[in-house]
């Protein structure tokens, strides 16, 4: 399958969040897409998103999520967006990911990926809050989920 695009993928997640009568931040949504990537390259073995994250201070960012939110800050992002037009395969993953994840606060989130092994390497041995532009290596990332799925 195709990868997606993140536009539209972080549009599914806002849709999705709303009928659960939730609004994300822009924190919150960026985890989320993080960990739909993940997920997906362990659960259907390819990449939902062709995008790099990077680990910057709040964990992994997608810079043209970042740029098209940032108005946002730590609010909820209160845009109307429209559902976009996404297989049905995926669609029903991002709806299954936002049961297992959504109920988790942006920060929680944040917490979560900061104690992992991706974000982590990506950052090497930069202080908590030193900024940084480095890429998440997919692979690592893969089989770090894979791992934790078995255990």
């Not at 995008?51 to 709040?58: L, P, S």
């Not at 299954?96 to 992992?116: A, I, P, R």
Request: net charge negative.
């Amino acid at each position: 399958m195709a990868a997606s695009n993140a536009r539209d993928v972080a549009d599914y997640l806002l849709c999705a969040a709303r009928e659960h009568g939730d609004y994300l931040t822009p924190l919150k949504l960026q985890k989320l897409m993080f960990y739909a990537d993940a997920w997906h390259m362990v659960t259907n073995g390819d990449e939902l998103l062709s995008d790099r994250f990077e680990a910057w201070v709040h964990g992994p960012v997608l810079r043209s999520v970042y740029y098209r939110f940032q108005k946002y800050r730590w609010n909820p992002i209160s845009e109307d967006v429209d559902c976009p037009e996404l297989s049905p395969q995926t669609k029903e993953f991002l709806d299954e990911l936002y049961k297992v994840f959504g109920g988790f606060s942006g920060h929680e989130l944040e917490q979560l990926t900061h104690q992992e092994a991706p974000w982590k390497a990506a950052r090497g041995g930069l202080p908590p809050d030193a900024n940084c532009e480095t890429r998440i290596d997919k692979g690592l990332t893969r089989d770090f989920y894979a791992q934790m799925a078995q255990a």
